[in-house]
Structures are given as C-alpha cells and as structure tokens.
C-alpha cells in the first residue's frame, strides 16, 4: 500500500511524497533528493531523515519505521564556506615581507612581543577558569533561557527533546546545522540530558567572547549600510550579512515556504519572490534580527554569497 510523508528539507517548503511502505529508506532519500535538485539545490552525499529525534536507518524499510502521514525532516550537511584571510593578517604579512630600517625592525619586534605577552595572559585564563565563587553562579544560570524560542522550536519539531534541542544549540553558537551534528554524534550519550558542565560552560563562554569579538571587528554602522546598499541595488541583504542576525525589513514567503521562523529579505521580495504571497513587512518595529533564508538556501537570484 502506498503512504503519504511530509517532507521538510532545510531551507526548503515542506511538501508530501506518496510512496510505497515497502521501500526501504534509502529509496525515499532518492525521491526528495530528486525533488530538492529539481527547485536548484545542490544536495550532498552524506544526508539523513530524522523521525521523532531519530536517524532512520537507509536499509530499514518504510512500514517499520514510518506510518501514513508522518512528517519527517531531511537532513544535509551544507558545504562549508572557505574562509577567507583576513585583510588585517594580509597587510602584516606584506608589511613585514617588505625591507625595513633597524628602526622600524625593533618596533615590530615590539609590537610581536607585545602581542605574544597578551596571548600568554589569555592562555592563563582559559587554563585557570573562572574563580570558583563565579563558576559556582554560572552553574546555576538557567542557560536555557538565552536561546532563541524559534531556534528550539525547530529542533523539537524533529522529535528532539527541549532541553537537549537548547543544550546542543549552546554548545554550537545557535548554528542549527552544527547543532543537528552534535545531536547525531551525542545520541547515545549517557549525559546527553545532563546540565552544562563547567567545561561546557566555559567553551560556550568562549564563543561568546569570539562573537564579541567578531562584532567589533565589524562595526554595527558598518553592516547597516551595506544592507542599504544591498536593497538599493536590488541584491539580497545576505551578501552583507552572512548568518549574522542583523535588524532589517523582512517579510514571510507563504508560496515558498518561508514562514514561521524562516523568512526573505527586502530585496527578494522583489526580485525572487515577485507576485507570491507575502506576509507584511516585519523586524523594523520588534528590534529582532534577522538574515535572509532565501540568500541563504543557495538558489537565490540576486544572492552571489556562499
């Protein structure tokens, strides 16, 4: 007999597949990947189908691990953007490949001491942790209470539970690809549902300071008006800011799918999504950030961003 399963692909609408429940699983990720290429999206070898928080297995059959109307989540592990070196590392390495006086010699070797010396210092830190009163405290954090409710929500609709879905998001810097593959990775774990440790604790403290940091480095001015310049031009504001949740006009695509947590940016709501129907105009007024998952799914017309 055949059954009816929804499908709900990253960055793609949800849709049905009528197949038989006598296929196996790798049949079915066959048939969505055929369908996902066919809207444009490059999908990668390595994919999984999670149902109620659980990977299905390729060689399991349909009728033992799927019953008629099930929604079930594709998965894929996106390739990840190279990095670029920053331009601040280039102009160092040029200036120092360059002739320099004996002057100028000693004030990098300053310079470089200086910077070795504050390393150190950091390295200390980290080693030593914080005071044993502070960590006291941060283990007592409802650290749960930082994550963002549609980044949980996610997660839960895949069968994960909320703690689990908000501890993996912690741990991950609210990445929901990264989160997903620590879910997998931890599964089996005995403590997968314990509280955060203080080791957790301090690795999700320390990439809060590397996202401070990485906000400084790009001043908020900066990012606003490249997103103007962005709309402007008609190109999709996520060549301006990345997965970088950033305070913008923004609208839900009802036609595509690009609703709930999901959304498009100003510009392809006039280019990649002229004549669907859109919700009205959202972000300016809550002060909630926002990127474009339109920019974001790779198959955006006016997005040249990795």
């Not at 390739?79 to 280039?90: G, H, I, Q, Y």
């Not at 799914?297 to 990795?306: H, I, T």
Request: glycine share 6%; charged share 30%.
């Amino acid at each position: 007999p055949m059954i009816t399963l929804w499908i709900k692909a990253i960055y793609s609408k949800r849709f049905s597949i009528e197949i038989s429940e006598e296929e196996p699983v790798w049949e079915l990720k066959a048939q969505i990947k055929k369908r996902l290429v066919a809207e444009g999206l490059e999908i990668p070898a390595e994919q999984n189908i999670v149902n109620k928080g659980f990977v299905l297995p390729d060689n399991s059959f349909l009728k033992n691990v799927t019953k008629n109307g099930d929604s079930l989540f594709y998965i894929y592990n996106l390739p990840k953007a190279t990095k670029a070196t920053p331009k601040a590392k280039l102009e160092i390495e040029a200036k120092v490949a360059e002739p320099v006086s004996a002057s100028e010699g000693q004030e990098v070797k300053q310079e470089q001491k200086e910077q070795e010396q504050e390393q150190g210092q950091e390295q200390e830190e980290q080693r030593s942790g914080p005071p044993e009163a502070l960590m006291e405290r941060l283990l007592n954090i409802d650290w749960a209470h930082f994550v963002p409710q549609e980044q949980t929500d996610n997660l839960v609709m895949m069968g994960f539970p909320q703690w689990r879905a908000q501890k993996a998001l912690l741990l991950n810097m609210m990445d929901l690809e990264q989160a997903l593959e620590w879910l997998f990775a931890h599964s089996e774990d005995a403590d997968v549902d314990a509280p955060l440790t203080s080791q957790e604790i301090l690795h999700v403290l320390e990439l809060l300071r590397e996202s401070q940091a990485a906000v400084t480095r790009e001043s908020p001015d900066d990012m606003e008006e490249e997103i103007k310049q962005c709309v402007q031009n008609n190109r999709c504001t996520f060549e301006a800011t990345g997965k970088v949740f950033k305070r913008q006009k923004w609208f839900q695509c009802y036609t595509c799918g690009f609703v709930d947590s999901e959304g498009i940016c100003e510009s392809c709501s006039n280019v990649c999504h002229k004549g669907h129907k859109l919700s009205e105009e959202k972000g300016m007024d809550t002060g909630s950030g926002f990127f474009c998952d339109c920019g974001c799914s790779g198959s955006c017309k006016c997005c040249d961003r990795v």
